[in-house]
């Protein structure tokens, strides 16, 4: 097979040399770097387990990002996660059929570029975050009814796992969408992996195109804490209600697959409005305590279809996709969010499985709670930043040079950081790693 001359635009010598040296070393050292993971099959032990029930998984991920200009000041910063994990058949190893537990580790370690230089709000590396520690990320048990059906799970869980998702979206560094939107998990108040809760939901399938889905989470918003990765106690402030439906088709050969969303969500905890104090008047104006409200909602929509395919049964076209989303007026920091993008997979001849993607998203502040800062503003000048919307470019490029290494270089405009308009537009360079082991 030839391969494309070393044209391919990189963001650091070190990523184009990958790129373009590592295919004509796969031929070279033929299986190893061929196999789908890094350590390979351990003499067949791998394959024995799977045969008996236990499929073992574990990746390390890494992600580096550094500012040219804009933010408070130019820097670098790297952070990483290893996850480990493994699922269990249980009709394998018990006899109970259609059943399996799920276990997930994380360990993260690394400094944030946002929070350490751009002062921004959706972070330009996703990874960091849920304490930077070693948690427990999923223990739970997954089980299908009724010939497929129906599916429950039970257990440890991320909310985000399993509401709200866009696969599609996660070829991106930015947190303002990788799966998730990060400005609907401010709103909510939920977490996302890998910080969990005790909860569940159960999916039905009411024809093979369309679902409905509803699940029930404990609340507890101290979870991501840096002291909380393995505090399974149930102690809890309320009780996360997400609810979504869902169609999708064109998945047999030669169609274009599309999908569509529905979903909203109330969480029961006690949240403050965003404006308004006890006594029905502007905060901002007056110093006093804000209105509590029983609880806070939302919804969102995602969509995404595939509008072009090379050929009736390869993975090589184009993908466009979008999401929105509106969090409720009284408690919300953002009022709305939307993402619009997409991906086109297989790059090159000889690269089916390489990725560009580009994306476009912001988040607008609530104005009432704009409105507060400008009255706090008014009382005590220059003590708040008065923020109304953050956006963010992105484009990466997703070379996957083995089956068990990924190398992503990307690049990313924040516009707005902070969502005040007083730090100067970022522009940064990233680069994702993955390895499977």
């Keep these: ?13 070190g990523s184009t040399l990958w790129l373009c040296t590592l295919p004509a070393l796969a031929q070279q050292a033929g299986g190893w770097l061929g196999q789908p993971t890094l350590t390979g099959d351990w003499g067949g032990t791998r394959t024995q387990l799977q045969g008996d029930g236990i499929t073992l998984r574990a990746h390390w991920t890494t992600e580096s990002a550094g500012n040219l200009s804009g933010g408070h000041r130019q820097t670098a910063r790297y952070t990483q996660q290893l996850d480990l994990g493994a699922d269990f058949d249980l009709d394998k190893l018990w006899g109970v059929p259609d059943a399996k537990i799920q276990f997930t580790v994380t360990e993260r370690d690394g400094r944030s570029l946002s929070a350490d230089a751009l002062g921004n709000q959706f972070s330009v590396q996703e990874l960091y975050g849920a304490g930077q520690n070693f948690r427990l990320a999923a223990l739970n048990w997954q089980q299908d009814f009724l010939d497929h059906r129906v599916f429950m799970e039970l257990g440890w869980s991320p909310a985000g796992d399993d509401f709200a998702r866009l696969p599609a979206f996660c070829n991106f560094q930015n947190g303002i969408i990788c799966g998730h939107a990060n400005a609907m998990t401010t709103n909510s108040g939920a977490h996302n992996y890998p910080t969990a809760q005790w909860g569940g939901h159960v999916k039905w399938h009411a024809t093979p195109d369309f679902y409905a889905t509803v699940g029930a989470y404990l609340n507890n918003p101290n979870a991501g804490n840096k002291d909380q990765g393995w505090n399974l106690s149930l102690k809890h402030h309320g009780v996360f209600l997400p609810v979504e439906v869902g169609w999708s088709n064109g998945y047999g050969s030669g169609q274009l697959p599309a999908d569509l969303k529905l979903g909203a969500y109330y969480n029961t905890v006690g949240t403050p409005d965003v404006y308004t104090d006890v006594n029905g008047q502007s905060a901002g104006l007056t110093g006093a305590g804000f209105m509590q409200h029983n609880g806070r909602s939302g919804g969102y929509f995602i969509v995404d279809k595939m509008v072009y395919r090379e050929g009736p049964d390869t993975k090589r076209g184009l993908t466009l996709g979008s999401m929105g989303g509106v969090g409720d007026a009284s408690t919300a920091k953002y009022r709305y969010f939307w993402i619009v993008g997409g991906h086109y997979q297989g790059t090159f001849p000889g690269r089916d499985d390489d990725v560009v993607s580009l994306m476009v998203a912001s988040g607008r502040t609530n104005p009432r709670l704009t409105r507060y ?13 008065i923020q109304r919307y953050e956006s963010v470019a992105e484009i990466d490029y997703g070379a996957k040079l083995t089956p068990w290494l990924i190398l992503r270089p990307n690049l990313q405009y924040v516009m707005h950081p902070g969502g005040t308009g007083g730090i100067p537009d970022a522009f940064v360079i990233g680069l994702y790693t993955q390895v499977t082991f």
């Design 1 to 13: 097979m030839r391969h494309p001359p070393c044209t391919i635009p990189g963001l650091a010598l």
């Design 373 to 385: 800062q400008r009255d706090r503003d008014l009382v005590a000048p220059g003590s708040i930043g």
